[in-house]
């Protein structure tokens, strides 16, 4: 079982348009990261989410932390070619002991001119 | 970018061969992480290290050791390559491993690592 869960999968969107994907978990999780990841690179992070509710905007990019700590999405205003990459999520579970991060499985995302 | 180079960059041996991956980070940073990432799997933890000859495995460690000898230098030896472990390999490296809410992983570009 995926401790974090990512949706959807795949999505492919005409340049302008906005979208959003998810990443949902069963867990409490204290801080939960976006990374985008271009071919043939590592990923880079974006945003780190610490507390219920939070949400931070980074140009078109907003991204939310849901109320209970179990949920993030990702909404991207007016999409651009330049957004097109594998976008993941990962986090620290609360109270596990550990800090390793967990990683979902990625949405792939391609916005086409 | 964090001054993370992983070498080779691609590489293909043969079934039962040993293979090194290197990760060499110039941040002297004390965290250090080997990731690999298959299609359908994600990002999973091989093993990471928390300082000079302090390492310990994570999610999927059988098949792998690791060394660290200096705080700039990870490696990653497969002793006898499977097919299995054919993956694209990613070093990262992070300043507070066990406050990661307050400081990400930063990624070197992966080994592409092909056994036939």
């Known amino acids: 079982t995926q401790l974090l869960e990512q949706s959807p999968q795949f999505l492919s969107i005409q340049e302008g348009e906005n979208l959003t994907v998810y990443c949902n978990s069963s867990?409490?999780?204290?801080?939960l990261q976006w990374y985008r990841q271009e071919p043939g690179e590592g990923p880079v992070l974006l945003v780190t989410v610490v507390t219920g509710g939070e949400v931070k905007k980074l140009k078109r990019l907003t991204f939310q932390f849901g109320d209970a700590r179990k949920d993030s999405s990702l909404h991207i205003t007016a999409a651009q070619p330049g957004d097109t990459g594998l976008y993941l999520c990962a986090g620290t579970v609360a109270g596990a002991g550990s800090y390793q991060l967990t990683f979902g499985k990625g949405t792939k995302l391609s916005v086409i001119p | 970018d964090a001054g993370i180079t992983q070498s080779p960059r691609h590489k293909v041996t043969e079934t039962g061969t040993p293979v090194t991956l290197r990760c060499h980070q110039t941040?002297?940073?004390?965290?250090m992480y080997w990731y690999r990432q298959d299609p359908g799997h994600g990002l999973r933890l091989i093993h990471y290290s928390y300082g000079v000859k302090d390492t310990d495995k994570g999610e999927v460690s059988d098949g792998y050791s690791v060394s660290r000898s200096k705080t700039e230098d990870f490696l990653l030896t497969l002793e006898s390559a499977t097919s299995s472990q054919t993956s694209v390999y990613f070093c990262?490296?992070?300043?507070?491993?066990?406050?990661?809410?307050?400081?990400?992983?930063?990624f070197g570009n992966g080994t592409r690592l092909t056994v036939t």
């Open positions: 990262a490296i992070s300043e507070q491993g066990d406050r990661p809410r307050y400081s990400p992983l930063h």
């Open positions: 941040e002297n940073h004390r965290y």
């Open positions: 867990s409490v999780f204290s801080s």
